[in-house]
């Protein structure tokens, strides 16, 4: 397991934006995946999207054309962009990393995952 740190959450009206970070101080291994998920009180925890390090990219149905995922410059660091928000947006939004060499599912299951951040709040109100 690694520690993963997750910030950028917050409230914002439909329409607007948030980044969403997550940094992991104890990456050293070239073999970890990152994938963002979130979580709700009424459904499980589900992919949102995930990188490789090749740079092949995943993205759920409601994120595609919205949300970027990329990694920041350095390569522990994962980013989320995302656009043009709408209520049902709203959620927990967690950072999560996978040790191997295997990619995420498509979509990312939550079982997968080795190390989990403490997840982040976003709040889109209509």
């Known amino acids: 397991q690694v520690q993963l740190v997750e910030s950028g959450g917050g409230s914002v009206q439909a329409g607007g934006s948030l980044r969403l970070s997550c940094v992991g101080p104890?990456?050293?291994?070239?073999?970890?995946?990152m994938a963002w998920f979130r979580q709700g009180p009424v459904h499980a925890r589900e992919g949102v999207a995930a990188?490789?390090?090749?740079?092949?990219?995943y993205y759920s149905d409601s994120a595609k054309g919205r949300f970027i995922v990329s990694q920041g410059n350095a390569k522990n660091n994962l980013l989320l962009q995302m656009n043009d928000l709408k209520p049902e947006d709203t959620d927990t939004y967690y950072c999560?990393?996978?040790?191997?060499?295997?990619?995420?599912?498509?979509?990312?299951?939550?079982?997968?995952?080795?190390?989990w951040g403490q997840g982040t709040q976003v709040t889109v109100s209509s």
């Open positions: 990188i490789d390090s090749d740079g092949y990219t």
């Open positions: 104890g990456f050293t291994s070239a073999y970890y995946r």
């Open positions: 999560a990393a996978k040790e191997g060499t295997r990619r995420w599912s498509r979509p990312p299951e939550a079982y997968e995952a080795t190390s």
